[in-house]
């Protein structure tokens, strides 16, 4: 049997999360039925649309404003083949983006580079950190 499961997050910025779906090739959806084991579904304020049978709902956290909670069904696997065990390659892509956003909204100069062994190089030039 299988179960949704909450894993805290620092969600704190839907739109560097949209742009993270994006590079995944995932979409982020407003207000649609997050899908689990056995055709359960649960309603979510987002959900992260996979590929597979699984997705993933994005939730305000009500007891911290502003901050968003990840929550999926992990049985078999399905939903780590996407974004990665833990939400691994999400939450690397959803950093990244995040991070850019903030550099260019400060006046930065950003590059970005994906190295042999999947981690990310970002350089921030330029202004006032």
Request: charged fraction near 30%; charge should be negative.
């Amino acid at each position: 049997m299988s179960h949704f499961t909450s894993i805290q997050t620092e969600i704190r910025d839907l739109e560097a999360l949209r742009d993270a779906c994006v590079e995944l090739d995932l979409e982020l959806a407003d207000n649609t039925p997050c899908r689990g084991y056995a055709g359960i579904t649960r309603e979510a304020r987002c959900t992260i649309v996979l590929k597979g049978p699984y997705d993933i709902a994005v939730d305000p956290v009500p007891e911290e404003p502003g901050r968003f909670g990840l929550t999926t069904d992990w049985w078999d696997g399905h939903v780590a083949r996407e974004v990665g065990p833990g939400y691994g390659r999400l939450l690397q892509s959803y950093g990244v983006h995040k991070t850019l956003r903030t550099a260019r909204r400060r006046g930065l100069r950003t590059s970005c580079r994906v190295e042999e062994d999947g981690s990310v190089l970002l350089t921030l030039e330029g202004g006032t950190l």
